[in-house]
Nanobody, 118 residues
């Protein structure tokens, strides 16, 4: 059974940092690309960052230079280090799995809340 479980969310002040984790079970983690998405209240879910099975990374322009995605194959975990947080980063953050060569993400976690206050 494929499972993605996010953790590490919370409330921080502007300029603060958080590190999100997503533990993957039930599939061969090293064979998949992994992504982070977020959804703010009243908004569509949006792409945040992606890391391929080969550890190439890509980011949304809004987080480039502030967020870093990484993965640990031994722990089957993907991380999102978020620095210099701003109120616009407030959202529920989701990790997701992407089959290599596909564009769609086919498995999602339950999400973790990040709230940035000024």
């Amino acid at each position: 059974q494929v499972q993605l479980v996010e953790s590490g969310g919370g409330s921080v002040q502007v300029g603060g940092s958080l590190r999100l984790s997503c533990a993957a079970t039930g599939f061969m983690f090293r064979n998949y690309n992994m992504g982070w998405f977020r959804q703010a209240p009243g908004k569509e879910r949006e792409f945040v960052a992606r890391i391929t099975w080969g550890t190439s990374t890509s980011y949304a322009d809004s987080v480039k230079g502030r967020f870093t995605i990484s993965r640990n194959g031994a722990k089957s975990t993907v991380y999102l280090q978020m620095n210099s947080l701003i109120p616009e980063d407030t959202a529920v953050y989701y990790c997701a799995r992407q089959v290599v060569g596909n564009t769609a993400y086919d498995a999602w976690g339950q999400g973790t809340q990040v709230t940035v206050s000024s």
